[in-house]
């Protein structure tokens, strides 16, 4: 296994451990990450737990790259050699959704725009295309009342560290 350490990511070791263990979890499928960040480090955790578990699966990732380069952030996942389970789009989440609207994904993390309007955006798309979904930053403000305001907290709370909540849809 990875040492989760040598990921490099703005999240704590409780955070990658989440990222890491959610292939587990799914038993491989189809991510979506929304903001990919400096170093693309969540999305380079979900692809190693897909990798080191021998699942099959993919990760779509949104960002919109304007301090940093994407192929700057691509090198991080070619050090990982994880390239292959990654697919990198440059632009806002919601310029995305049309282009994503027919996929349905095992897991969504949002760690995007962490304006209000942005979160309750991604979480609004998040919450018809997944059973799972992630948030980071929830100790912002903004995100934590777009997670009030979404009806995701009608969900099952699985995961709630540091500055990551993971909701799973209830069956009715």
């Given at each position: ?65 304007h301090r940093y ?10 050090k990982h050699e ?91």
């Open positions: 296994m990875t040492d989760l350490d040598d990921v490099d990511a703005q999240l704590t070791a409780a955070d990658k451990e989440i990222l890491y263990s959610i292939p587990e979890r799914t038993g491989g499928g189809l991510y979506y990450n929304i903001g990919d960040g400096r170093w693309g480090g969540s999305t380079i955790l979900m692809a190693l737990g897909l990798k080191e578990r021998n699942l099959s699966g993919h990760i779509w990732t949104v960002d919109t790259y380069n994407p192929s700057d952030v691509a090198k991080y996942s070619t994880v390239d292959s389970y990654i697919t990198r789009c440059k632009g806002r989440s919601s310029e995305w959704e049309d282009k994503l609207k027919d996929k349905w994904f095992e897991f969504i993390f949002i760690d995007g725009g962490h304006q209000y309007e942005c979160a309750l955006e991604d979480a609004a798309f998040a919450m018809t295309h997944s059973n799972l979904i992630g948030f980071h930053d929830t100790n912002m403000n903004r995100v934590s009342k777009a997670i009030q305001d979404s009806g995701i907290l009608e969900w099952r709370l699985i995961h709630d560290v540091v500055r990551t909540k993971v909701f799973e849809r209830v069956s009715k």
